[in-house]
Structures are given as structure tokens and as C-alpha cells.
């Protein structure tokens, strides 16, 4: 179940992979109505770093979320918020796992009525955390093995 939020567009988006949409619970307590759409939700990035990010592509034939992209202001410096949750289909009373908190870094749409949504984990580490540490970058390092 993916949530897309920004301060600029009309609703906050409700979607889920099943058909006919889905009544879930935040695990707040907040119940929510979430519409059926068909989307995939794929790792963006290699997992030889800590960079965390996901594409994320829709079928938009309604061109819905191109219409909301168009009314964000390209100027501001708000990002928009896409929260995944897992729900186990049995029990929608809370969710699985998550929320994960994602930002939207950039948005594209096709002529084949897909938008895909490029997203990542906020960057809390920004003292470059998660280098390679190899032979060549630091030779001394071969005296260790």
C-alpha cells in the first residue's frame, strides 16, 4: 500500500495492488479507503551502498497524478512524502510492516499512460558514510589481510 501526500495536490493518494481498492488501518488508528491501481514497487539503487531508493510506476490511464504533478509549484522546496505500508490481506486492522518514508525525487510520465515515481529514504548521513573501502583508494590496507 503506497501513500502519496504533498501540501499542493487536492487529496492524499490511497493505493493498493487489489482490485476494487481496500479498507486499511494506519497504525495510528486512522482508517482509510484505498483505491486499486496497478503499480510496481522496485529498488532503484545496488545494495553495495546505503543509498536507499525505489522506482515506483503506475498505470495513470485517467492521467490523474500527471494533473496533481502540474499543480505542485516548482519552486518550493517541499518534497513530495510517499509513505509504503505492508498489510497482510487477512487482517487490515494495523499494518505488517511500515510505514517507510520515502521523498519523491523526480517524476516521469510515459505516452503509454505509466508514471513512474523515483524515491528514496531521506539522507540523515551526510558525512559520507558508506564509502568503498578498496586496495586502490587505500593501499595500506593490504597489510591487514
Same mark, same amino acid.
Given at each position: 500500500m503506497?501513500?502519496?501526500k504533498?501540501s499542493q495536490?487536492?487529496?492524499d493518494?490511497?493505493v493498493v495492488?487489489?482490485v476494487g481498492?481496500l ?6 488508528g486512522?482508517e482509510?479507503?484505498?483505491e486499486g491501481v496497478?503499480f =510496481?514497487?522496485e529498488?532503484?539503487?545496488? /545494495? !553495495? ?12 490511464? @485517467?492521467?490523474?497524478?500527471k494533473g496533481e504533478?502540474?499543480s ?5 522546496d517541499e518534497?513530495v512524502?510517499i =509513505?509504503y505500508?505492508?498489510f497482510?490481506? /487477512? !487482517?487490515?486492522s ?10 519523491? @525525487? ?5 505516452d ?10 531521506p539522507?540523515?548521513?551526510v558525512n559520507r558514510c558508506?564509502q568503498l573501502y578498496?586496495?586502490?583508494r587505500f593501499?595500506m590496507?593490504?597489510a591487514?589481510l
Amino acid at each position: 500500500m503506497i501513500t502519496i501526500k504533498h501540501s499542493q495536490i487536492s487529496q492524499d493518494y490511497n493505493v493498493v495492488k487489489e482490485v476494487g481498492g481496500l479498507d486499511v488501518t494506519f497504525e495510528d488508528g486512522t482508517e482509510v479507503s484505498c483505491e486499486g491501481v496497478i503499480f =510496481e514497487c522496485e529498488r532503484a539503487s545496488s /545494495s !553495495d551502498d546505503l543509498d536507499v531508493s525505489f522506482n515506483i510506476t503506475f498505470d495513470d490511464q @485517467d492521467d490523474a497524478l500527471k494533473g496533481e504533478a502540474d499543480s505542485i509549484d516548482l519552486d518550493t522546496d517541499e518534497e513530495v512524502q510517499i =509513505e509504503y505500508r505492508i498489510f497482510m490481506k /487477512s !487482517d487490515t486492522s494495523e499494518p505488517a510492516y511500515g510505514p517507510i518514508k520515502l521523498y519523491g @525525487d523526480s517524476m516521469t510520465a510515459g505516452d503509454d499512460g505509466q508514471v513512474t515515481i523515483a524515491a528514496s529514504v531521506p539522507s540523515l548521513v551526510v558525512n559520507r558514510c558508506g564509502q568503498l573501502y578498496t586496495y586502490d583508494r587505500f593501499p595500506m590496507l593490504k597489510a591487514y589481510l
